[in-house]
């Protein structure tokens, strides 16, 4: 499993030209999932996303998490974070999770969120989608437990 966390001011997830979904102050997090993730490391990721401490406090410290700050979560599913560009120039992604199981994964996360922070959005699993975002510093990390 893998998590590319952003801080972002605000997100949104446009399909078709229709806005499925949009945040103001939390995380935008694009999530890849592998063949071998369950939702035990789900579990991990999840604890370890809503504790990270990456909010400034009054003294310019990141030192508070998305709770302190009652921030949002806009969830999107990224399959290509398990991209493998090491032989030629094509990606390969066969590290990825099969669509099912990824997908249940996937919903399985956004609905762990849904029961630890009030606002929760999300794309549309297997979608095109049109994320724009305002990154926060910008401050962008790549969780890998």
Do not use: W
């Amino acid at each position: 499993m893998k998590f590319l966390i952003q801080r972002v001011n605000h997100a949104e997830v446009n399909v078709d030209g229709h806005c499925v979904g949009a945040i103001g102050k939390g995380l935008l997090v694009l999530i890849g999932v592998s063949d071998s993730d369950t939702k035990e490391i789900a579990d991990k990721y999840i604890k370890k996303l809503i504790g990270l401490r990456i909010f400034e406090d009054e003294n310019g410290k990141t030192n508070l998490s998305l709770r302190d700050v009652d921030g949002e979560l806009l969830l999107v599913s990224q399959f290509t974070l398990y991209a493998n560009c090491k032989k030629g120039n094509r990606p390969s992604f066969i590290e990825a999770g099969g669509p099912a199981m990824a997908e249940e994964l996937y919903e399985y996360i956004i609905s762990e969120c849904k029961k630890r922070v009030s606002v929760v959005e999300k794309g549309i699993f297997g979608a095109d989608m049109k994320v724009s975002l305002e990154n926060d510093g910008p401050f962008t990390i790549i969780l890998e437990i």
